[in-house]
Nanobody, 126 residues
Framework: QVQLVESGGRLVQAGGSLRLSCAAS????????MGWFRQPPGKEREFVAQ????????VYADSVKDRFTISRDNAKNSVYLQLANLTPEDTAVYYC???????????????????WGQGTQVTVSS
């Protein structure tokens, strides 16, 4: 079965950096666009970033643009999210997701992603 397993979340001070990883198995990873979403406490899950299957194109939410970087390694079936200049507003559970087809046109539409991980907690202290 398909599994997406996130890791790397932890407590970090404001202004700090972090790298999240998502390891995929059970799917043809190189055929899927990969997204990162996050869910702050008491709020809806929101789009963070997406990278296309080939890794040649990325898109970011305005709130993280120029601070976060998404990347992937198809040889390792993994996608990464580098977080920098963190603020307490970045505190959330971060999820990776895999999708094909329409997710490229609508990267922020949660319902059209096929697979989701369980999430990893990022907490930013002030």
């Amino acid at each position: 079965q398909v599994q997406l397993v996130e890791s790397g979340g932890r407590l970090v001070q404001a202004g700090g950096s972090l790298r999240l990883s998502c390891a995929a198995s059970g799917l043809t990873f190189s055929s899927y666009a990969m997204g990162w979403f996050r869910q702050p406490p008491g709020k809806e899950r929101e789009f963070v970033a997406q990278i296309r299957s080939s890794g040649t194109s990325t898109v970011y939410a305005d709130s993280v643009k120029d601070r976060f970087t998404i990347s992937r390694d198809n040889a390792k079936n993994s996608v990464y999210l580098q977080l920098a200049n963190l603020t307490p507003e970045d505190t959330a559970v971060y999820y990776c997701a895999a999708g094909r087809g329409a997710v490229v046109t609508f990267p922020g539409l949660k319902s059209i992603y096929d697979y989701w991980g369980q999430g990893t907690q990022v907490t930013v202290s002030s």
